[in-house]
């Protein structure tokens, strides 16, 4: 099993591009999460999804957008990227309590 | 809203000193609590973790006790190894609808010397 996966692992953006990031989970996991991690802060939860099709906002949503077509999959898009979403974003899937954690996508924001 | 607390890092000890990392909680209902550990280049995984109060979860010679009486869920090694240098993270668990929102402390960056 690879568990969690993101895609891409690194990426520069400029202001106003936009850009998806993918996670993939092949453990049949119901529920799936998108993370922020900022220097000393900690993460933040963007989005969650309790289900295939279904979507909710976090703790800090705007700016990004969220999809879960298949079970497997939970796509972060960034429409009009700002220098403010520069951040290393996690993707977490869980069953019970436990969440477990893909490797990391470090986005800059020029 | 609900918060965690850490204590402020970097920690610095030399190997085999006895760890202790902070942690206090803010919460309306009864979470559960978790340690995660990011080691360098890595995402987080699970240490430990308690569901309810005056449980104490364990694992690899850590240890943390639910504390409610004093919203705590302080982290503690006896003998702390080189390789146990790595980011520390206190976080609880807000259920929603079967999903667990976890809400994270600050982090504490732990470094052991040999």
């Known amino acids: 099993n690879a568990g969690v996966t993101q895609t891409p692992k690194f990426r520069v953006l400029k202001t106003g591009q936009s850009m998806t990031l993918l996670c993939a989970q092949d453990m049949n996991h119901e529920y799936m999460y998108w993370y922020r991690q900022d220097p000393g802060m900690g993460l933040r939860l963007i989005h969650y999804s309790v289900g295939e099709g279904t979507t909710a906002k976090g703790e800090v949503p705007d700016g990004y957008n969220v999809s879960r077509l298949k079970k497997q999959n939970f796509l972060l898009g960034l429409e009009s990227a700002a220098p403010s979403q520069t951040s290393v974003y996690f993707c977490a899937s869980s069953y019970g309590i436990q969440q477990y954690f893909g490797p990391g996508t470090r986005l800059t924001v020029l | 809203g609900d918060s965690v607390t850490q204590m402020e890092g970097p920690v610095t000890l030399s190997e085999e000193a006895f760890l202790t990392i902070n942690c206090t909680y803010t919460a309306t209902g009864y979470p559960s609590l978790f340690w995660y550990v990011q080691y360098p280049g890595e995402g987080l995984q699970l240490l430990l973790k308690?569901?309810?109060?005056?449980d104490k979860g364990s694992n690899k010679g850590f240890e943390a006790t639910y504390r409610k009486e004093t919203t705590s869920f302080h982290l503690e090694k006896g003998s702390v190894q080189v390789s146990d240098s790595a980011v520390y993270f206190c976080a609880l668990s807000d259920p929603v609808e079967g999903a667990q929102k976890l809400v994270f402390g600050q982090g504490t960056r732990l470094t052991i010397n040999p």
């Open positions: 308690a569901t309810k109060a005056d």
